[in-house]
């Protein structure tokens, strides 16, 4: 689909690439902002993210391209920020301390103007957001008060990730590996970034194809079954065979394993008592015609296919956050980043530590520290490869780390 047209650009006096900005002043947004932190916890955070910038701080690539947005209370409470360097960048954030630091997946040339429309969009990474799982959402941890951090949740939202860059992405899509790259969002979950000059190019409604087909949030019976007419009222329901890519394969493998396994109670769900009993009696000679793509095996092959189409949606669907990927303007997360809900770093991640990754070792700000809290309510959580239980009210002295992720949670005080 073509891309959306921009209005006429006017004059800007934003920066761009070829021109030097001028020093980041004192405004009253910013001041405002800083003096509502004000507490001890808050002074705390403040000065552990100062010391983490000192040495930390990364920029973007075409960072002279990219708008800035800056969060103190909320994630983004400031935007349409630009500098030409990584040092005015520096300079910025360690003279407000801001809690969050998010920049444009698309580039600009003249990433400060406003309205947007002045700032001549040139091209917008394709970026999908995976924050939940469909499985997550009968995890344990949520009738927990005392869960700090769910390490169950994000292996689920870990393997979405993996099997959307794998069996989508690279797969499916023909992006290149070495085109694609994944952080974590320093919370719940992972965003993964595409590099890849087309793909800079998609339209907004594009974007929003690809993350609903991911999502499964559209699909239904008539994308996976056609039928033919082959005779007065006799049809030939032909379906997702053994060749079938994408989710029309993962259909495929998904009732063939239901066959195989020749469970009752769990066909039932899907098809006829009659067809369950058929099955279980010859379950290789109906594989074989699944193999074959007819699907008109069964005797209602449209409501089976449906019924399958809504539960599978469910137990091996992707959960991506749609918006994120279709916004041509939106802010995202910048990478190595401390998240000011967590004090996790939005840590980018090296494709061999992928599969292993776990935050409460790999996205910690400082190597050492400790530091005396005091909990407002009891706390468990595995952390730094120990195991924590914290009684609240009890003064206890716990690795910086996590006392950065419990103040940054407001579950605690400084002792």
Same mark, same amino acid.
């Given at each position: 689909?073509? *891309?959306?047209?921009?209005?006429?650009?006017?004059?800007?006096?934003?920066?761009?690439? *070829?021109?030097?900005? =001028?020093?980041?002043?004192?405004?009253?947004?910013?001041?405002?902002?800083?003096?509502?932190?004000?507490?001890?916890? $808050? +002074?705390?955070?403040? =000065?552990? %993210?100062?010391?983490?910038?000192?040495?930390?701080?990364?920029?973007?690539?075409?960072?002279?391209?990219?708008? &800035? @947005?800056?969060?103190?209370?909320?994630?983004?409470?400031?935007?349409?920020?630009?500098?030409?360097?990584?040092?005015?960048?520096?300079?910025?954030?360690?003279?407000?301390?801001?809690?969050?630091?998010?920049?444009?997946?698309?580039?600009?040339?003249?990433?400060?103007?406003?309205?947007?429309?002045?700032?001549?969009?040139?091209?917008?990474?394709?970026?999908?957001?995976?924050? $939940?799982?469909?499985?997550?959402?009968?995890?344990?941890h949520k009738k927990s008060a005392g869960t700090l951090f769910c390490k169950k949740c994000l292996?689920?939202?870990?393997?979405?990730?993996?099997?959307?860059?794998? +069996?989508?992405?690279?797969?499916?899509?023909?992006?290149?590996?070495?085109?694609?790259?994944?952080?974590?969002?320093?919370?719940?979950? /992972?965003?993964?970034?595409?590099?890849?000059?087309?793909? #800079?190019?998609?339209?907004?409604? !594009?974007?929003?194809?690809?993350?609903?087909?991911?999502? !499964?949030? *559209?699909?239904?019976?008539?994308?996976?079954?056609?039928?033919?007419?082959?005779?007065?009222?006799?049809?030939?329901?032909?379906?997702?065979?053994?060749?079938s890519k994408g989710w029309k394969g993962r259909l495929h493998r998904e009732m063939k394993r %239901?066959?195989?396994?020749?469970? /009752?109670?769990? #066909?039932?769900?899907?098809?006829?008592?009659?067809?369950?009993?058929?099955?279980?009696?010859?379950?290789?000679?109906?594989?074989? =015609?699944?193999?074959? $793509?007819?699907?008109?095996?069964?005797?209602?092959?449209?409501?089976?296919?449906?019924? &399958?189409?809504?539960?599978?949606?469910?137990?091996?669907?992707?959960?991506?956050?749609?918006?994120?990927?279709?916004? %041509?303007?939106?802010?995202?997360?910048?990478?190595?980043?401390?998240?000011?809900?967590?004090?996790?770093?939005?840590?980018?991640?090296?494709?061999?530590?992928?599969?292993?990754?776990?935050?409460?070792?790999?996205?910690?700000?400082?190597?050492? @520290?400790?530091?005396?809290?005091?909990?407002?309510?009891?706390?468990?959580?595995?952390?730094?490869?120990?195991?924590?239980?914290? =009684?609240?009210?009890?003064?206890?002295?716990?690795?910086?780390?996590?006392? %950065?992720?419990?103040?940054?949670?407001?579950? $605690?005080?400084?002792?």
């Amino acid at each position: 689909m073509e *891309e959306e047209k921009q209005g006429a650009p006017e004059k800007s006096n934003a920066a761009t690439p *070829e021109t030097k900005t =001028e020093p980041v002043a004192a405004t009253e947004p910013f001041q405002q902002n800083a003096e509502m932190q004000k507490t001890p916890e $808050g +002074d705390f955070i403040d =000065e552990k %993210l100062r010391l983490y910038y000192e040495i930390n701080l990364e920029a973007p690539n075409k960072i002279a391209r990219r708008e &800035f @947005g800056f969060g103190f209370q909320k994630k983004i409470d400031i935007r349409h920020k630009a500098f030409a360097n990584l040092q005015e960048l520096s300079r910025f954030i360690s003279t407000y301390s801001p809690r969050f630091i998010s920049y444009s997946s698309a580039i600009y040339n003249f990433p400060a103007a406003r309205p947007i429309e002045r700032k001549e969009r040139l091209g917008v990474e394709l970026i999908f957001d995976l924050d $939940g799982s469909p499985r997550n959402e009968k995890c344990g941890h949520k009738k927990s008060a005392g869960t700090l951090f769910c390490k169950k949740c994000l292996e689920n939202v870990r393997q979405d990730a993996i099997t959307l860059k794998e +069996d989508f992405l690279i797969s499916e899509f023909g992006f290149k590996k070495e085109e694609i790259w994944q952080k974590f969002s320093g919370s719940k979950g /992972f965003h993964i970034h595409i590099q890849n000059e087309k793909a #800079m190019e998609l339209s907004s409604n !594009a974007r929003r194809e690809l993350a609903f087909y991911i999502s !499964a949030s *559209e699909l239904g019976a008539q994308n996976f079954l056609k039928r033919e007419e082959i005779a007065k009222r006799k049809f030939k329901y032909s379906g997702p065979d053994s060749t079938s890519k994408g989710w029309k394969g993962r259909l495929h493998r998904e009732m063939k394993r %239901l066959l195989l396994a020749s469970d /009752f109670s769990q #066909m039932k769900r899907f098809i006829s008592k009659r067809d369950a009993e058929n099955i279980s009696k010859n379950p290789v000679h109906y594989i074989n =015609e699944l193999d074959n $793509g007819n699907w008109g095996i069964f005797s209602k092959p449209e409501s089976t296919i449906q019924k &399958f189409v809504d539960r599978k949606k469910k137990e091996i669907g992707i959960e991506v956050d749609a918006s994120v990927t279709f916004d %041509l303007h939106r802010l995202i997360r910048l990478e190595n980043s401390i998240h000011g809900d967590t004090g996790f770093v939005a840590k980018k991640i090296e494709d061999n530590l992928f599969p292993e990754f776990d935050p409460t070792i790999h996205a910690l700000p400082f190597k050492k @520290g400790e530091t005396t809290i005091i909990p407002n309510d009891e706390i468990k959580i595995e952390f730094q490869n120990q195991s924590f239980r914290l =009684e609240g009210g009890k003064r206890t002295e716990v690795p910086t780390n996590l006392a %950065l992720l419990i103040l940054c949670k407001k579950r $605690g005080k400084l002792a």
